[in-house]
C-alpha cells in the first residue's frame, strides 16, 4: 500500500466519508415544539430509533461503502472486476444511490418534522462524494497526486564518493573487481583499459547503437511491476524516490526493471521516468 498513489479527489473522497459518518450521529430531522404538549424537540440520530432504519443503510452505510471502494482501487491492481464492474464502478454506482436517498429524505421528511443538520450534512457528503467519482479523473485539479511527489536524489558525477545503498548508480565497486567506469547518459561505457601487454592491443569497436545499454531510473508515481511470464497479478511495486535498474527493453515502450532486493520484471508505463 503507497499513500502516494492517491489523487486530490482521493482526499476530498476521504474528507466527504469522514464527515458522512459524523452526521450518521446529528439529528437527522427536528421539530419545533413550542406551545405543544407530548412532543419532542429532538429526533434520533440514525443509530438510536427504528423509524429511521431505511436512512442507516440507504444513505450512511451506502455511501461510506462507496467512498471506501473509491479508494480502494488506488492500492488494489488495475482491471479487479466484482459482476463485470471495476470497484470503482460500484463506488461510483453506491455513491449516487446514496445520494439520491439522502436529497429523496430531505424533500420527504416526517409530518411536522424540519431538516437537521445531520440529513443537510449527509446530503453534501454523499454529493461530494459522487461527483468525485464522477468528474474527477477529468479534473487536473482532482486528478492530480494528494503529496507531492518526491525528487530522487541525483547520482553522483564520476569519480565521487556516492552515499551507501544497493543499486545507487556511480557505486563503488566490490573489493578486489576491476572498476568499471559510469556510462554516460543513455550511452555505452568505455571498456575498461587492460593492464599489461593487452593495453597495447587495438581498442575493440564500439556497440552497434542500437544495443540496449542498462541505466538507473525513478518512477514519478508508484507502478506496479509485472512477472516477465507475463502474469497479470504484479510481483512489486516500484516508488518514486527509489533508483531501480533497466536491464532490457521490452516492446517498444516497456521495460524489463530489477528492483533492490534483485526481482526481475516488466514495467508496462515507462512515461514520465526519469534517467539516471
Given at each position: 500500500?503507497?499513500?502516494?498513489?492517491?489523487?486530490?479527489?482521493?482526499?476530498?473522497?476521504?474528507?466527504?466519508?469522514?464527515?458522512?459518518?459524523?452526521?450518521?450521529?446529528?439529528?437527522f430531522y427536528s421539530r419545533?415544539?413550542?406551545?405543544?404538549?407530548?412532543?419532542?424537540?429532538?429526533?434520533?440520530?440514525?443509530?438510536?430509533?427504528?423509524?429511521?432504519?431505511?436512512?442507516?443503510?440507504?444513505?450512511?452505510?451506502?455511501?461510506?461503502?462507496?467512498?471506501?471502494?473509491?479508494?480502494?482501487?488506488?492500492?488494489?491492481?488495475?482491471?479487479?472486476?466484482?459482476?463485470?464492474?471495476?470497484?470503482?464502478?460500484?463506488?461510483?454506482?453506491?455513491?449516487?444511490?446514496?445520494?439520491?436517498?439522502?436529497?429523496?429524505?430531505?424533500?420527504?421528511?416526517?409530518?411536522?418534522?424540519?431538516?437537521?443538520?445531520?440529513?443537510?450534512?449527509?446530503?453534501?457528503?454523499?454529493?461530494?462524494?459522487?461527483?468525485?467519482?464522477?468528474?474527477?479523473?477529468?479534473?487536473?485539479?482532482?486528478?492530480?497526486?494528494?503529496?507531492?511527489?518526491?525528487?530522487?536524489?541525483?547520482?553522483?558525477p564520476y569519480g565521487a564518493?556516492?552515499?551507501?545503498?544497493?543499486?545507487?548508480?556511480?557505486?563503488?565497486?566490490?573489493?578486489?573487481?576491476?572498476?568499471?567506469?559510469?556510462?554516460?547518459?543513455?550511452?555505452?561505457?568505455?571498456?575498461?583499459p587492460t593492464p599489461g601487454?593487452?593495453?597495447?592491443?587495438?581498442?575493440?569497436?564500439?556497440?552497434?547503437?542500437?544495443?540496449?545499454?542498462?541505466?538507473?531510473?525513478?518512477?514519478?508515481?508508484?507502478?506496479?511491476?509485472?512477472?516477465?511470464?507475463?502474469?497479470?497479478?504484479?510481483?512489486?511495486?516500484?516508488?518514486?524516490?527509489?533508483?531501480?535498474?533497466?536491464?532490457?527493453?521490452?516492446?517498444?515502450?516497456?521495460?524489463?526493471?530489477?528492483?533492490?532486493?534483485?526481482?526481475?520484471?516488466?514495467?508496462?508505463?515507462?512515461?514520465?521516468?526519469?534517467?539516471?
Amino acid at each position: 500500500m503507497n499513500i502516494r498513489s492517491l489523487t486530490r479527489g482521493d482526499g476530498v473522497v476521504i474528507g466527504a466519508a469522514v464527515l458522512l459518518f459524523i452526521a450518521s450521529f446529528l439529528n437527522f430531522y427536528s421539530r419545533d415544539c413550542a406551545g405543544i404538549s407530548a412532543c419532542e424537540d429532538r429526533i434520533p440520530n440514525a443509530w438510536e430509533t427504528d423509524q429511521l432504519n431505511i436512512i442507516l443503510p440507504s444513505i450512511f452505510l451506502t455511501g461510506l461503502i462507496g467512498a471506501g471502494l473509491i479508494v480502494a482501487t488506488r492500492f488494489l491492481p488495475e482491471g479487479r472486476k466484482i459482476g463485470g464492474l471495476t470497484l470503482a464502478g460500484w463506488g461510483t454506482g453506491l455513491a449516487v444511490a446514496a445520494t439520491w436517498s439522502a436529497l429523496w429524505a430531505m424533500v420527504v421528511g416526517p409530518e411536522g418534522a424540519d431538516l437537521g443538520a445531520g440529513s443537510i450534512i449527509a446530503f453534501l457528503a454523499t454529493a461530494a462524494v459522487a461527483g468525485v467519482a464522477i468528474a474527477g479523473p477529468k479534473v487536473p485539479a482532482l486528478a492530480g497526486p494528494l503529496l507531492p511527489t518526491p525528487s530522487p536524489q541525483q547520482p553522483q558525477p564520476y569519480g565521487a564518493q556516492p552515499g551507501g545503498g544497493y543499486g545507487y548508480p556511480g557505486g563503488p565497486a566490490p573489493y578486489g573487481s576491476t572498476p568499471q567506469p559510469t556510462p554516460s547518459y543513455g550511452g555505452q561505457g568505455a571498456a575498461a583499459p587492460t593492464p599489461g601487454p593487452a593495453a597495447h592491443e587495438p581498442a575493440q569497436a564500439p556497440a552497434p547503437a542500437g544495443d540496449f545499454a542498462p541505466f538507473w531510473f525513478a518512477v514519478p508515481v508508484a507502478r506496479p511491476l509485472f512477472p516477465e511470464d507475463g502474469s497479470p497479478t504484479p510481483l512489486a511495486e516500484l516508488t518514486p524516490g527509489t533508483w531501480y535498474l533497466a536491464v532490457d527493453q521490452r516492446g517498444p515502450n516497456a521495460l524489463v526493471a530489477q528492483t533492490q532486493d534483485g526481482r526481475r520484471g516488466v514495467l508496462n508505463d515507462t512515461s514520465g521516468i526519469q534517467r539516471g
